[in-house]
T-cell receptor, first 113, second 115 residues
Framework: AQSVTQLGSHVSVSEGALVLLRCNYSSSVPPYLFWYVQYPNQGLQLLLKYTTGATLVKGINGFEAEFKKSETSFHLTKPSAHMSDAAEYFCAVKNFGNEKLTFGTGTRLTIIP | GAGVSQSPRYKVAKRGQDVALRCDPISGHVSLFWYQQALGQGPEFLTYFQNEAQLDKSGLPSDRFFAERPEGSVSTLKIQRTQQEDSAVYLC?????????????FGEGSRLTVL
């Protein structure tokens, strides 16, 4: 069975500082990996995804993530935090041939002015 | 439509009442998913349709939960005899289906509060 672990339910960073949100997965086969963002009272919006090919993927709003098979990780980063980045972030995993996504419990990102 | 549309956005029910939540997916999307998101938690899978066929309902928490998609487009999630533990946001998502990279497009959710 596949699962996702997000370390740190709450992360606070200063405006302009590096953002690092951690995600580790367990999967019996190479998975597809996703990061979604959720703003208050809204649905989930895709930030970026890894399927195959280049292990460093770039997404919207300056975010990027690197798939590291040896570490079973897919951490999300952004070089410089902006106030508008404050939101809930979810990592998710999908195996080929299985349509559903399995989500982590989420990390709430707070930006300190 | 341009995106996934869910209604109602907010629903308050008394314990024991039946509720129905509607999802209108993106036009042409084959796959449709229902997720339950409790306060402060990640979305938990409930059920999945490919066209009108319900291929996976392993996440439905009890037989009080029922989902349908009779014509392969709009879907309804029905909860009978609601309980307080059913209070959550119910998210609907759609995707292009088999062979796609699996990106799900989410609606804004229906927030259910059971008193």
């Amino acid at each position: 069975a596949q699962s996702v672990t997000q370390l740190g339910s709450h992360v606070s960073v200063s405006e302009g500082a590096l953002v690092l949100l951690r995600c580790n997965y367990s999967s019996s086969v190479p998975p597809y990996l996703f990061w979604y963002v959720q703003y208050p009272n809204q649905g989930l919006q895709l930030l970026l995804k890894y399927t195959t090919g280049a292990t460093l993927v770039k997404g919207i709003n300056g975010f990027e993530a690197e798939f590291k098979k040896s570490e079973t990780s897919f951490h999300l980063t952004k070089p410089s935090a902006h106030m508008s980045d404050a939101a809930e972030y979810f990592c998710a995993v999908k195996n080929f041939g299985n349509e559903k996504l399995t989500f982590g419990t989420g990390t709430r990102l707070t930006i300190i002015p | 439509g341009a995106g996934v549309s869910q209604s109602p956005r907010y629903k308050v029910a008394k314990r024991g009442q039946d509720v129905a939540l509607r999802c209108d997916p993106i036009s042409g999307h084959v796959s449709l998913f229902w997720y339950q998101q409790a306060l402060g938690q990640g979305p938990e899978f409930l059920t999945y349709f490919q066209n009108e066929a319900q291929l996976d309902k392993s996440g439905l928490p009890s037989d009080r939960f029922f989902a349908e998609r009779p014509e392969g487009s709009v879907s309804t999630l029905k909860i009978q005899r609601t309980q307080q533990e059913d209070s959550a946001v119910y998210l609907c998502a759609s995707s292009k289906g088999q062979g796609s990279t699996g990106e799900l497009f989410f609606g804004e959710g229906s927030r259910l509060t059971v008193l």
